[in-house]
């Protein structure tokens, strides 16, 4: 009955499937669906978003047990507050 934080929203390790993304290209890892899917557990999407420089909002979003509702989720998400969702290198397929 615990719960383990995994980075869902980037594929360090390229092996995931390229899936759309609030309209762009971009692949997920893997390995939290399929965690997810072996112990039957959804898979929760959290965002934290800051609110200023003492304050932020952690933000759960319904559990997701596919790749669809997985990348709905993050999709909604990072189109609440874009600017929040930083990246330190290309995310996007489509980015050079």
Not at 60 to 87: N, Y
């Amino acid at each position: 009955g615990g719960q383990v934080g995994l980075l869902a929203d980037r594929d360090y390790g390229g092996h995931g499937r390229l899936t759309a993304c609030a309209g762009r290209r971009l692949r997920l890892p893997p390995g939290p669906l399929a965690l997810a899917r072996r112990s039957g557990a959804p898979l929760l999407v959290a965002a934290l978003f800051r609110r200023s420089c003492q304050d932020a909002l952690l933000v759960l979003a319904p559990g997701a047990r596919s790749e669809h509702g997985l990348v709905r989720q993050l999709a909604r998400l990072i189109c609440a507050a874009p600017a929040q969702w930083t990246a330190f290198h290309p995310v996007f397929e489509d980015q050079p």
